[in-house]
């Protein structure tokens, strides 16, 4: 079994910074990628951020620049940390992590999503 346990969303005025830190926990064996994806009402989920096990990252477009992703391989945690919010990143923010577990299994894993508004 293994949970992937999301936190820091919230509202926060247009402008303004968020941290977003996703905690995975359980039967893991070892963690490749993890990373972010987001979706906003009536929208398709989409991939804002990924981070290899050997700290390569990738970002969509829109938040270049803007949102920096990391993790801490000793506690098995990614971060979001997000700048210059802007109206248009309000969305649920969902962590993801493809990981092996300990039965030799790799499986990807989702988090429940935290709810991040951008809104004055």
């Known amino acids: 079994q293994v949970q992937l346990v999301e936190s820091g969303g919230g509202l926060v005025q247009p402008g303004g910074s968020l941290r977003l830190s996703c905690a995975a926990s359980?039967?893991?064996?070892?963690?490749?990628?993890m990373g972010w994806y987001r979706q906003a009402p009536e929208k398709q989920r989409e991939l804002v951020a990924v981070i290899s096990s050997a700290g390569s990252t990738n970002y969509a477009e829109s938040v270049k620049g803007r949102f920096t992703i990391s993790r801490d391989n000793a506690k098995n945690t990614v971060y979001l940390q997000m700048s210059s919010l802007k109206p248009e990143d309000t969305a649920v923010y969902y962590c993801n992590s493809n990981l092996r577990v300990t039965s030799g299994a790799t499986v990807r894993y989702w988090g429940q999503g935290t709810q991040v508004t951008v809104s004055s």
């Open positions: 359980g039967s893991i064996f070892t963690i490749y990628n």
